[in-house]
């Protein structure tokens, strides 16, 4: 018999409203090691009247678990879901297509974020609420990784205007799909991404 996790993450990655689940789950996760430890360490201090203890030295140890989680609530939280409306439109138009939601990339210089990408084949088209959005330095960026993980030929294109977004999705049900190879992009933007 399988148990299944409570918390899965990587289920979730590239599904819609997956930023703002995750950042609840990093804070609640945060919240919880971090009381963990203080609880220890108090149990520890009301036990024997002082610091010098062996379940303080765990309430030390039990907050590395807690800091890491820390950083990873501070980073969910720099970041938003895929704007509602947004995210309603592109549904009606992308139908039949491979997507994915809420991908940020990051990298030494910058963080990108791509509120829904659709993959076809070894065509990847996104669209980003960021209307700042580096085009040229993420398509170098994401260009490199995919060539590393053995995709030749993918060509990315991310957009800051929705209709025309919307348009392109249309255009993308025409193409001819090749399902292994959306498969095998898909699974190294997820393996990249935040």
Wanted: proline share 1%; net charge positive.
């Amino acid at each position: 018999m399988q148990v299944k996790r409570l918390f899965s993450t990587e289920d979730a990655k590239g599904t819609r409203n997956y930023v703002n689940t995750q950042k609840k789950y990093e804070i609640l996760r945060t919240v919880l090691y971090f009381g963990i430890s203080l609880s220890l360490f108090a149990a520890g201090y009301i036990q024997t009247g002082s610091r010098g203890n062996l379940l303080s030295i765990v309430a030390v140890l039990g907050c590395l678990p807690a800091s890491k989680s820390a950083v990873g609530a501070v980073m969910f939280c720099r970041f938003r879901s895929c704007p509602e409306q947004a995210a309603l439109e592109i549904e009606q138009h992308s139908q039949g297509l491979n997507c994915l939601y809420d991908m940020v990339f990051t990298s030494y210089k910058k963080n990108y974020v791509a509120s829904h990408l659709a993959v076809c084949g070894n065509t990847v088209c996104g669209f980003s609420a960021d209307c700042k959005f580096e085009e040229n330095e993420f398509y170098r960026h994401i260009g490199d990784i995919l060539k590393m993980d053995g995709h030749k030929n993918v060509t990315v294109k991310i957009f800051t205007n929705l209709s025309r977004y919307t348009e392109r999705l249309e255009q993308m049900k025409t193409l001819d799909m090749d399902e292994k190879e959306t498969a095998a992009v898909i699974a190294t933007l997820k393996s990249v991404a935040l």
